[in-house]
């Protein structure tokens, strides 16, 4: 808790610790100027104590060996001290590592499914052609080998292989897409 001319009256030592500050029984009575806070949280804390933003919370990213997320909250209030009525800032700092954590879980799994179904969609969008390719190749292998046996031509035997050749690799390429998709 501060005064609105940032002077600390009350420090929880979780917050400090979370903030990676001094021990809180060495901020009473300081102001928060003295300490290096997180350059976003000090220019919240400025707006919000002029009055220049309705604006109280913020997540905060502290940099480390691990990083951590802070989530800040800022609570305007009004007490009756000495016959007057004084205006205090009550800040509440909540670790949401383990949230924002479980977001980005969330985020890259929901990126992968998206992707297994785009890629099972373009699967099923070349297996359509290779379909059709395959019944066409299978046709002309037919005329082929039928025109091969008839007129015994070495030009109608290359054509028959080459036609053999594109039917086994439509049904190498069919094979794929079909494991593909099984998966």
């Not at 019944?135 to 053999?164: F, G, N, P, W």
Request: aromatic share 6%.
């Amino acid at each position: 808790v501060i005064r609105t001319n940032s002077e600390i009256l009350l420090a929880n030592g979780a917050a400090w610790r979370l903030l990676q500050l001094t021990p809180p029984h060495r901020l009473v009575g300081r102001r928060l100027a003295e300490f290096p806070l997180p350059q976003e949280l000090s220019k919240l804390l400025t707006r919000f104590v002029l009055g220049e933003t309705s604006e109280s919370s913020l997540d905060l990213e502290m940099a480390g060996s691990e990083p951590r997320w802070l989530h800040v909250t800022l609570h305007h209030f009004e007490m009756p001290v000495d016959d007057a009525t004084s205006h205090f800032v009550m800040i509440v700092v909540r670790d949401s590592t383990a949230w924002y954590r479980a977001e980005d879980q969330r985020r890259r799994a929901e990126y992968w499914k998206q992707m297994a179904t785009l890629a099972a969609g373009l699967a099923h969008e070349i297996k359509n052609p290779l379909n059709s390719l395959q019944i066409h190749a299978q046709l002309l292998q037919r005329a082929l080998r039928h025109k091969a046996k008839r007129y015994k031509s070495v030009e109608t035997m290359r054509q028959s292989q080459s036609c053999d050749i594109i039917v086994e690799e439509i049904a190498r390429l069919g094979k794929v897409v079909n494991e593909f998709l099984a998966a």
